[in-house]
């Protein structure tokens, strides 16, 4: 399927959504590669549906029978304004939508999507929300990916260690979208755009090189890679002001 007939589709998949919710519907808009017209022949075509607050949120997710998978989100207005103004658990993947669509259909009174984007825009200027996601992303992923690398390491467990080490790796480019307030176009160029962050932990390319396995480098050097980046990630939290850890018996 080409970006034409995805858009085809999307136009005929919009009056199917505005005959099933007719005025509940506030505005219906193609985000993702169709959105910035640089789609594949093997990309999906992503949907969101803003809704008033009478719909329940909803999402629905198949493969039409034209080979294209189709994903439509429904979000009720509020819940979509709060998700633009919100570092949510996937604010590096997610934040984009607010902010490169393709509106199929918008309500006169609504302007829902541009409300949206100045929204999306206006939380980059808030310092707090994004020091809470990067120290709960420390915690949830970075720590505990690193004890299971030391552990597969005193194992001598090549596959799971190889194996963390690239989720490290890819936890921490999502870190250091969150530290340069920068999301990701695409999960295809997540690994060229990180190297471009104007914030960067020091060596970090080689150790993406390593921990990622663009390069097949020794057992050992992957361990040292991953201690050695985890070194610099808590350096970089220091700088930051980021607090993660806590003296405190926290219930």
């Known amino acids: 399927m080409n970006h034409e007939q995805r858009l085809a589709l999307a136009h005929d998949l919009t009056q199917r959504i505005l005959a ?15 959105a910035r017209n640089e789609d594949s022949q093997y990309s999906d075509l992503e949907m969101k549906v803003v809704t008033s607050n009478a719909v329940a949120e909803s999402d629905v997710e198949y493969v039409h029978s034209s080979g294209a998978k189709v994903e439509i989100n429904y979000e009720p207005e509020d819940i979509y304004l709060h998700n633009a103004g919100t570092v949510g658990d996937h604010w590096w ?59 597969a390491w005193q194992r001598r467990d090549e596959s799971n260690l190889r194996w963390w080490a690239h989720d490290f790796v890819y936890d921490t480019a999502c870190y250091l979208a969150l530290a340069n307030r920068v999301y990701f176009i695409t999960s295809g160029t997540i690994w060229q755009q990180v190297l471009e962050f104007s914030i960067l932990t020091e ?37 930051q002001g980021i607090i993660w850890v806590s003296d405190e018996w926290l219930v």
């Open 20 to 34: 099933r919710y007719g005025e509940e519907v506030l505005g219906v808009a193609i985000y993702g590669s169709v």
């Open 93 to 151: 993947h997610t934040a984009g939508q607010y902010r490169n669509q393709l509106i199929t259909f918008r309500r006169d009174d609504s302007n829902i999507f541009a409300r949206a984007s100045v929204v999306a825009q206006e939380l980059l200027h808030d310092e707090a929300p994004f020091k809470a996601r990067m120290a709960q992303l420390i915690v949830d992923n970075l720590y505990e990916l690193m004890n299971k690398i030391r552990g």
């Open 203 to 239: 060596g970090f390319a080689d150790e993406l090189t390593l921990l990622a396995g663009f390069e097949q480098g020794s057992l050992a050097a992957v361990y040292r890679a991953a201690e050695e980046l985890w070194a610099n990630i808590q350096q970089l939290a220091v700088q």
